[in-house]
């Protein structure tokens, strides 16, 4: 069965420091690759997706995330954090034919200053 | 704006009460979905509509109907609320796969 990871619960980093959130998926077709942002009591908006092509991929708000095919991972880069970056990120992982997208349960990150 | 809307954003519920979840789009997306979020279970899908006049079960359907009112608006109904139930509901639509577009969510507490 499919199924998405997001190893880490909660992370907690300075404002400017770099951030790395992990993620890691099963299945053996080539997947498509999101990453969610969530602000408390908000909706979910898109930072970045991959479908093919080139393996790193920019988003909004300076994220970045590159696809490893041999990790079967989707890690989220941002460089240098604002305090405004706190909030809750998923992972999310898709597939051609599929109907719907698999979630991870979600990393929580806080900004300190 | 374009986008996904759901209403209410808030309820509470007594235990045995109905409600309907309102949900429309107005992107044109075929596909649109019904997923509840609870604390460290990330989101999970309770049903989903690939087309106008379909509809199929996700990972939690028990308890929840479904209707495809039409291409724009997918509505989810509690027949007998349980506390089990309070969640916070989100509606996405898509034009799969190129990800999901969703509401701000409906909070619902179940008492």
């Known amino acids: 069965a499919q199924s998405v990871t997001q190893p880490d619960i909660h992370i907690t980093v300075s404002e400017g420091a770099s951030l790395e959130l992990r993620c890691n998926y099963s299945y053996g077709a080539t997947p498509y690759l999101f990453w969610y942002v969530q602000s408390p009591g908000q909706g979910l908006q898109l930072l970045l997706k991959?479908?093919?092509?080139?393996?790193l991929v920019q988003g909004i708000k300076g994220f970045e995330a590159e696809f490893k095919r041999s990790q079967s991972s989707f890690n989220l880069r941002k460089p240098s954090v604002h305090w405004s970056d706190a909030a809750e990120y998923f992972c999310a992982v898709g597939y051609a034919g599929a109907n719907n997208l698999f979630f991870g349960t979600g990393t929580r990150l806080t900004v300190i200053p | 704006n374009a986008g996904v809307t759901q209403t209410p954003k808030f309820q509470v519920l007594k235990t045995g009460q109905s409600m309907t979840l309102q949900c429309a789009q107005d992107?044109?997306?075929?596909?649109m979905y019904w997923y509840r979020q609870d604390p460290g279970m990330g989101l999970r899908l309770i049903y989903y509509s690939a087309s106008e006049g379909t509809t199929d079960k996700g990972e939690v359907p028990n308890g929840y109907n479904v209707s495809r009112l039409n291409k724009r608006e997918f509505s989810l109904r509690l027949e007998s609320a349980a506390p089990s139930q309070t969640s916070v509901y989100f509606c996405?639509?898509?034009?799969?796969?190129?990800?999901?577009?969703f509401g701000s969510g409906t909070r619902l507490t179940v008492v």
């Open positions: 996405a639509s898509s034009e799969a796969p190129l990800g999901y577009t």
């Open positions: 992107m044109n997306h075929n596909s």
């Open positions: 991959y479908f093919s092509g080139d393996t």
